[in-house]
Nanobody, 122 residues
Framework: VQLQASGGGLVQAGGSLRLSCAAS????????MGWFRQAPGKEREFVAG????????YLADSVKGRFTISRDNAKNTVYLQMNSLKPEDTAVYYC????????????????WGQGTLVTVSS
């Protein structure tokens, strides 16, 4: 499975960005897709996850009410809509895939994209 993340960039605090992650290489039936981020000097952390059907989502407390995760299975793509961005959201954002249920642990995800940098200026 190959994952290609895109959509990062530089934005002012309070602004919005939408990240995309396109998957290819195999049919991702029953796969959870998730977003993680890693700020400089910090460990990679879970941001959001979505079930295969899209009916179940889970967001980290730090982004609830500001970020939304969605997916288009016809396009094998997951999106992360990020609103009301804060400087502390600055990080490299990674998409990842795992079979089964949504988990927040980095170690439980099987495939990873290359990351896209989001920089939020104050």
């Amino acid at each position: 499975v190959q994952l290609q993340a895109s959509g990062g960039g530089l934005v002012q605090a309070g602004g919005s960005l939408r990240l995309s992650c396109a998957a290819s290489g195999r049919t991702l039936s029953n796969y959870v897709m998730g977003w993680f981020r890693q700020a400089p000097g910090k460990e990679r952390e879970f941001v959001a996850g979505i079930s295969w059907s899209g009916g179940s989502t889970y967001l980290a407390d730090s982004v609830k009410g500001r970020f939304t995760i969605s997916r288009d299975n016809a396009k094998n793509t997951v999106y992360l809509q990020m609103n009301s961005l804060k400087p502390e959201d600055t990080a490299v954002y990674y998409c990842a895939v795992r079979a089964g249920k949504i988990f927040v642990s980095v170690a439980t995800y099987d495939y990873w994209g290359q990351g896209t940098l989001v920089t939020v200026s104050s």
